[in-house]
């Protein structure tokens, strides 16, 4: 089955750059999606990457996939306390989505 | 449109009583998921219908819970009887033919059983 890995806690200040990373163990993952949970909220679609692409850029947000060592990343640039969240990596298999442990993002003003 | 609709938002109930979940997914969009999310274990794929036929429900926990699809605007998702580890948020998510548009979830129903 798949198994995806991100790590737990991210703290950065306002203003600075996040990276949030996760590894994959299912290759056959055609889209890859980023999702956003705020407290007490559900689940909010960020951005996504497909398969044969290397980057995506969108507005601050840029997506890098390494398809050979099954590793994903989300970077905010310029990050807001408003961006303070749960980031959640989500490979899709199958038709269904995937969900790493998610990475809460914290942005200390 | 209004999204994924998910009620009740709250439900509060006592161990072994019977308790459903509801669920309308956007219209046009032809696949649902019933996901669960808890502390310990993340958010759990739990079944999912495409076109109304249930096609994956590996992750439905026993026999207590149950999901339907009687039409492709309406899914229940229910539990009988209920237990204190049945306690989590239940999201339901819907997605049409278009991946790139991504899955959509709804607001979730934060479930607590006594």
């Known amino acids: 089955g798949e198994d995806v890995e991100q790590s737990l806690f991210l703290s950065v200040r306002e203003g600075d750059s996040s990276v949030i990373n996760c590894t994959y163990t299912d290759s056959s993952s055609t889209y890859l999606y980023w999702y956003k949970q705020e407290p007490g909220a559900g689940l909010q679609l960020l951005t996504y990457?497909?398969?044969?692409?290397d980057m995506k850029q969108d507005q601050r947000l840029t997506v890098l996939l390494n398809k050979k060592d099954k590793h994903l990343s989300l970077r905010i640039a310029d990050t807001q306390t408003g961006d303070s969240a749960i980031y959640f990596c989500?490979?899709?298999?199958?038709?269904?989505?995937?969900f790493g442990q998610g990475t809460t993002l914290q942005v200390k003003p | 449109d209004a999204g994924v609709i998910q009620s009740p938002r709250h439900e509060v109930t006592e161990m072994g009583q019977e308790v459903t979940l509801r669920c309308k997914p956007i219209s046009g969009h032809n696949s649902l998921f019933w996901y669960r999310q808890t502390m310990m274990r993340g958010l759990e794929l739990l079944i999912y219908f495409n076109n109304n036929v249930p096609i994956d429900d590996s992750g439905m926990p026993e026999d207590r819970f149950s999901a339907k699809m009687p039409n492709a605007s309406f899914s229940t998702l229910k539990i009988q009887p209920s237990e204190p580890r049945d306690s989590a948020v239940y999201f339901c998510?819907?997605?049409?033919?278009?991946?790139?548009?991504?899955?959509?979830f709804g607001s979730g129903t934060r479930l607590t059983v006594v």
């Open positions: 998510a819907s997605i049409g033919q278009g991946f790139h548009y991504g899955y959509t």
């Open positions: 989500a490979p899709q298999r199958g038709g269904k989505l995937i």
């Open positions: 990457i497909f398969s044969n692409m």
